[in-house]
């Protein structure tokens, strides 16, 4: 594994990856927009440097907000001068905006990996995420170490849109499940049957994916009234709902059941629950 690291954008995730990488051996740069954001990964070990020193580093990821953020990053990296480089953007984009990422970094004589990731913080401090890269061959074997540190599974798609194309796709069904599961449970209003009862035969049902397993409590909680601050938030979702459908516009394809889910989660996000867990919109669902 390399041993210059630079990680660019400290939320959640880009916080997540430093720490996991530190505790691998890594030395760790990181840089964030908001300084602030700097301090859990500095505390674990990592220096906080500006563009220039985070384009000195080997191998760079970046864990950002959209595409906007992403290509202003590599903007100021490619100014800096990153000849010899791996870039890897780990962000979720469209794909027209991940292979024009890779068009600027290769241009400016780096390596470019895009890297989207299934998962949410608990799995990346742990190394079990699932990636989903594209790039050329020689680009992503030469990623593969970094990746094989944050991620359980790790496959090579092809192309950096191809890897975008992935990761909306594997999105889209989480999206629509928490609205599906909230209208299952409206059927059992009046009913008189406990909501944490409710939720363990339908986790324990074929109705029952990995991800209500995973979060069967945080669903009973907010079924309560009890939300919580969630690692992939109502707002995350509804970004990547409406990336997804933008490419279905784009192409002629046709996703009613996303397209009728979407109102549900801006509805949320204006009721001010965007900051949420995913899993909350249930409980709107579950009201009708």
């Known amino acids: 594994m390399t041993s210059s690291i630079g990680i660019a954008g400290t939320g959640r995730m880009g916080t997540a990856f430093a720490l996991r990488l530190i505790e691998m051996g890594a030395s760790a740069r990181v840089w964030n927009r908001s300084p602030a954001g700097l301090a859990k990964a500095v505390a674990a070990g990592a220096t906080a440097v500006d563009l220039g020193g985070l384009a000195g580093c080997d191998v760079i990821l970046l864990s950002l907000t959209n595409a906007e953020a ?4 590599v903007q100021g990296l490619v100014a800096a001068g990153i000849a010899g480089r791996l870039v890897i953007d780990m962000s979720t984009l469209l ?3 991940a292979d024009a990422l890779a068009g600027l970094v290769t241009g400016a004589g780096a390596d470019f990996v895009h890297c989207p990731v299934g998962g949410t913080v608990a799995p990346a401090l742990k190394g079990q995420l699932l990636g989903m890269a594209g ?3 020689a680009a992503f074997e030469r990623a593969r170490p970094v990746l094989g540190q944050l991620c359980r599974r790790v496959e090579h798609l092809g192309t950096a849109g191809a890897a975008a194309r992935m990761k909306l796709a594997v999105n889209l069904p989480l999206a629509v499940y928490w609205q599906t ?3 299952s449970l409206a059927l059992l209003r009046d009913a008189g049957v406990p909501h944490e009862l409710a939720i363990s035969l339908i986790a324990d049902s ?5 991800v209500l397993k995973n979060r069967a409590q945080v669903v009973v909680d907010t079924l309560g009234g009890t939300d919580q601050p969630g690692t992939f938030d109502i707002a ?6 409406t990336l997804a459908l933008q490419l279905a516009e784009a192409e002629g394809a046709a996703l009613p059941l996303a397209e ?6 801006r509805a949320a996000v204006e009721a001010g629950l965007g900051g949420f867990d995913g899993a909350s919109l249930t409980r709107l669902a579950a009201k009708g």
Do not use: I, M, Q
């Open 95 to 97: 794909p027209a905006e």
């Open 206 to 210: 074929s109705a029952g994916p990995t």
């Open 181 to 183: 599961l909230g209208e």
């Open 260 to 265: 009728a889910a979407a109102p549900r989660y």
């Open 236 to 241: 995350g979702l509804l970004k990547d709902l």
């Open 70 to 73: 992403s290509t202003a990053v």
């Open 135 to 137: 790039g050329t061959v």
